[in-house]
């Protein structure tokens, strides 16, 4: 569904991702995990097109799209989840969520269908219909990421670019979250991109899943290989040596 | 009892002029918004409605087709102005974007002086000038024209932001690009609405402030700093704040000519704009912020 090969993306003078090549196959939850700096967001980024690559190829059910600005991409259906949530903190929550289906709007079986998604997301987080009228800036940190993800439905992506969704949050509510990432591959056959600091928690959602480090993958395979890999578990899941040599 | 009637007077008029400096204020607003530029080249549609108005009565169309020219002239230089100069600059510093704002206003108000030479030209009244008495002071008919418009269009613009999924599109993108352009928004095409939303409506201020004050080719400068004045005392990002401001320093202008000298009429905006930049930067109407990180 997704595939990238030999991607090279600078800020500026800095050369962020090494010849990065990964894939995901329809109906996959593929996690990527890595420390801070590595270039998880910016691999992210580059797929969504706001930070194009220097050289390499993404290509989207077999279309490249490396060139095409960020509306393009959305408009094939590939949403991105943003790290930090970044929603519209001054508009309403259901401003947001109409502004998630933006593409939608051009025709009218396109504004019908922003509907259903709209009672869709609706089902999924009661909360945020609870909070329709509120503007987005006055939720809760959890409730903006559930505002983030229902935002990026709205599209109806085929592909979800999930960005640290567990950022900052309260267990219980990253469960929540992980537990309608997991529904919508099952319901909707929703493929998945999830990038995260918190590895065990993403690897343990994950069917497979890439290591990033100083922007080389330095590491793939199954999600349960990796949740088992004594590197991984020394490098991101956070047991050091001895806690590995006594088990 | 005469001292009132004098106020009631100054009053009257400074909310006329106040409602065209909310009206520019509000295309400084609109630009600023989409783009995070303060755009001087705002005074220059407002001149060209005026002078382009004029232009095509000579023409002999009727008024109400000559404007509608008058504004495709402006909205079409507007859409010129931000395709050469604004779009191709990827990563300029605002700093560089506000000199080339100078820049295209120095050029249209050249190109206007070429076009329509250095004399003021006036633009008859659009529905004659026989003064009507309210109380003890008098309006002409033009003062109503200037507040039905105004109304008109800041209740257009609320429609157009708060109801359209454009105009919605439109605050997203001015909260934060990046996350608008996740959505699917065309974030570009946003820049060029607010150019084409922001030189209409200047160009509609110059339009039915020009029987009032004649018209020159450099009657934008002062009227665009003026705006520019609205747009700073009602904080740029508060729409409602721009229009109140405006109409504020309309008023306190009128007043402060009225009772101290009329020649201090223009030190009196550019006092309360020095004032304002120095105790609050952000506008007087700005809340605390309600949101949380």
């Given at each position: 569904m997704l595939v990238i090969k030999n991607l090279n993306t600078y800020y500026g003078q800095v050369h962020v991702l090494k010849n990065v090549s990964l894939h995901l196959r329809e109906g996959e939850i593929v996690a990527l995990i890595g420390a801070n700096g590595a270039g998880k967001t910016t691999l992210l980024n580059t797929v969504s097109g706001i930070?194009?690559?220097?050289s390499g190829i993404v290509s989207y059910r077999g279309l490249p799209?490396?060139?095409?600005?960020p509306h393009r991409i959305v408009g094939l259906g590939v949403s991105q989840v943003p790290e930090g949530r970044q929603v519209f903190k001054p508009l309403v929550v259901e401003e947001n969520l109409e502004l998630g289906a933006y593409l939608l709007h051009r025709n009218k079986e396109g504004k019908e269908e922003a509907k259903k998604n709209l009672q869709m997301v609706y089902e999924l987080f009661p909360v945020l219909a609870e909070r329709r009228r509120q503007p987005a800036g006055t939720l809760s940190g959890g409730e903006q990421q559930m505002l983030a993800v229902g935002r990026a439905l709205m599209a109806g992506p085929r592909l979800l670019l999930l960005d640290e969704p567990s950022m900052g949050l309260a267990p219980l509510i990253v469960q929540e979250i992980f537990r309608v990432i997991r529904s919508l591959v099952e319901e909707r056959k929703t493929t998945i991109l999830i990038v995260e600091q918190n590895a065990k928690a993403a690897l343990n959602l994950a069917d497979r899943g890439y290591v990033l480090d100083t922007g080389k993958i330095i590491m793939e395979g199954a999600a349960s290989d990796l949740l088992v890999n004594r590197d991984v578990q020394r490098a991101y899941l956070g047991r050091d040596k001895k806690e590995i040599w006594e088990r | 009892m005469e001292a009132f009637g004098e106020i009631f007077q100054y009053i009257l008029s400074g909310f006329s002029t106040g409602a065209i400096y909310a009206l520019i204020g509000f295309g400084f607003a609109v630009i600023y918004n989409s783009t995070g530029i303060i755009n001087f080249a705002q005074g220059e549609f407002v001149m060209l409605g005026g002078l382009a108005t004029i232009f095509f009565i000579n023409m002999n169309f009727p008024l109400p087709v000559s404007v509608i020219f008058a504004i495709a002239t402006a909205t079409l230089t507007g859409v010129v102005f931000e395709r050469l100069a604004i779009r191709p600059l990827k990563n300029a510093t605002p700093l560089n974007l506000v000199l080339i704002t100078i820049g295209a206003s120095i050029l249209i108000r050249g190109g206007a002086m070429l076009m329509w030479g250095k004399d003021t030209h006036v633009l008859p009244s659009f529905s004659g000038s026989d003064p009507i008495y309210i109380a003890d002071a008098t309006i002409l008919p033009q003062h109503l024209w200037i507040f039905s418009i105004t109304v008109l269009i800041i209740a257009a613009s609320r429609m157009f932001f708060n109801r359209s999924i454009t105009g919605k599109a439109m605050r997203a993108c001015a909260y934060n690009r990046e996350a608008a352009g996740l959505v699917g928004i065309d974030v570009k095409k946003m820049v060029l609405f607010s150019f084409i939303i922001s030189s209409a409506i200047g160009s509609l201020a110059g339009i039915i402030i020009a029987p009032l004050t004649m018209s020159s080719y450099d009657v934008g400068v002062m009227l665009g700093l003026k705006g520019f004045c609205a747009a700073i005392i009602g904080g740029m990002s508060n729409g409602a704040g721009t229009v109140i401001g405006g109409l504020l320093l309309g008023i306190l202008e009128s007043l402060g000519a009225g009772f101290i000298s009329a020649s201090y009429k223009d030190a009196i905006a550019f006092i309360i704009l020095l004032l304002i930049l120095f105790f609050r930067p952000e506008g007087i109407f700005r809340k605390d912020e309600t949101e949380r990180v």
């Open positions: 930070t194009p690559a220097r799209v490396q060139d095409l600005p | -």
